[in-house]
């Protein structure tokens, strides 16, 4: 089978991509390299990826329409992996335009090709950050999510509502992935597994938000990869409602491991994989983070038949292990 992983020199779209290359299946990998990641670290996954004869690799922005019709036109895709945007909380306060574009302009241009090239499935990234401060716990698929604390947030919403236009007017089969805190070998620098043992190793302080009293729903990527190979075989379909087929070919999961994890606990994890005791800061909480995440995940399993399930301290062992092993003896 044919796969467009968008996003492919980020870290779910080289894990996910690496997984369907092991399968057999043909990936172009289209990332458009920005500098707001490490270029070393992006050069890093993509050399992952190149080791594999299936593989190509396309350079380009999702916001060049042209480009991105005469790509979908020449290589007839039949499934569609949508993994590039621009992520971040924290960035959207100070760079919205990038959101726009990124998020929301390279959503339709994936849309439009999708539509006009008859994919077979739309598996596109959502994020845990649409619910906002939803009191809800746990966090559930069928919950309201009008209420945006964030612009990144709001425009993965959006993401959201576009898709489902396209799945009720076209009948194109689209599934969105509310993913949770994923983390794990390869993963990005600006969060907090990265953060903390980058500082921890090289004795200088952390910063701990609101006291470590905040709660994150930490997903490992092996849990994620597994649970997006196997939704990518879910195609959805219309369904009867009222005597008519009027359902959109349309689905939502949350991706999380269920099991929201004190930060003070995490933080501990990391230390313990360190073997130091890291020197901390005490901030108040920023602009745009919520206190608590918790993904429901019945839904998933129910479609899938399987959740996330790796515990916060064997995922961390791992990834602090790669950072020192693979990421800091790189160039030894």
């Not at 089969?173 to 990005?188: D, E, H, I, K």
Request: a negative charge; hydrophobic letters at 40%; aromatic letters at 10%.
């Amino acid at each position: 089978m044919k796969f467009l992983v968008t996003g492919a020199a980020g870290f779910i779209g080289m894990h996910v991509a690496k997984r369907l290359l092991r399968e057999g299946h043909e990936v172009i990998g289209l990332d458009n390299l920005n500098p707001y990641s490490d270029p070393a670290l992006k050069a890093y996954r993509l050399a992952q990826l190149q080791a594999y004869d299936l593989f190509s690799f396309v350079e380009l922005d999702l916001t060049r329409r042209e480009c991105i019709a005469e790509l979908f036109q020449r290589e007839h895709f039949q499934r569609v992996i949508h993994l590039a945007a621009q992520a971040g909380v924290r960035h959207s306060l100070n760079a919205p335009f990038d959101y726009v574009d990124s998020n929301l302009v390279g959503m339709m241009t994936v849309l439009e090709g999708c539509r006009h090239h008859q994919v077979e499935h739309l598996v596109f990234a959502s994020s845990s950050s649409v619910y906002g401060m939803n009191s809800a716990i746990p966090f559930s698929e069928t919950d309201q999510v009008d209420h945006p604390v964030s612009l990144y947030a709001a425009t993965k919403k959006s993401c959201e509502l576009m898709a489902h236009s396209y799945a009720h007017l076209y009948g194109l089969p689209a599934t969105g992935l509310r993913f949770f805190t994923v983390y794990g070998p390869g993963g990005r620098p600006d969060m907090a597994p990265w953060i903390f043992t980058e500082a921890i190793i090289n004795n200088q302080p952390i910063k701990v938000f609101n006291r470590g009293e905040m709660e994150r729903d930490f997903t490992y990527i092996d849990d994620v990869v597994e649970c997006v190979n196997r939704i990518q075989q879910c195609v959805p379909v219309r369904h009867m409602q009222d005597g008519a087929m009027t359902q959109a070919p349309y689905e939502i999961y949350n991706i999380g491991n269920h099991q929201p994890i004190e930060l003070k606990r995490f933080v501990t994890a990391i230390e313990r994989s360190c073997g130091q005791i890291a020197e901390k800061i005490y901030l108040d909480m920023q602009p745009g983070d919520v206190l608590k995440t918790y993904a429901e995940t019945s839904r998933l399993k129910a479609a899938i038949g399987y959740q996330p399930h790796t515990s916060i301290e064997q995922g961390v062992g791992q990834f602090v292990g790669w950072y020192r092993d693979v990421w800091l003896s790189r160039d030894r």
